[in-house]
Nanobody
């Protein structure tokens, strides 16, 4: 099993910045993908950004140019730097980890989420 612990959420004014962190522990596979999803009230969970251990990234169109995902593979930690935050970025942000199974990525593990609120 894999455990994910997120940190860094909070309240920020529009135009501000936050940095989220997520550290994985447990049965970590050396090749994996980690990233962030978010869920706003009344909406479905959506991808924000993910990054493989090899450095391949994928971003939601709505965050391109504002958010940057990075990771420290030695620490099994993924970061999400969020700049130019807008009220529509308000959501619970969830960390995800999926191991590479040889042909595709396996069943994901999820963190408990950290709340990001963008409001003046």
């Amino acid at each position: 099993q894999v455990q994910l612990v997120e940190s860094g959420g909070g309240l920020v004014q529009p135009g501000g910045s936050l940095r989220l962190s997520c550290t994985a522990s447990g049965s970590i596979v050396s090749i994996n993908i980690m990233g962030w999803y978010r869920q706003a009230p009344g909406k479905e969970r959506e991808l924000v950004a993910v990054r493989t251990t090899g450095g391949i990234t994928n971003y939601a169109d709505s965050v391109k140019g504002r958010f940057t995902i990075s990771r420290d593979n030695t620490k099994n930690t993924v970061y999400l730097q969020m700049n130019s935050l807008q009220p529509e970025d308000t959501a619970a942000y969830y960390c995800q980890y999926s191991p590479w199974g040889g042909t595709n990525y396996g069943t994901p593990s999820w963190g408990k989420g950290t709340l990001v609120t963008v409001s003046s």
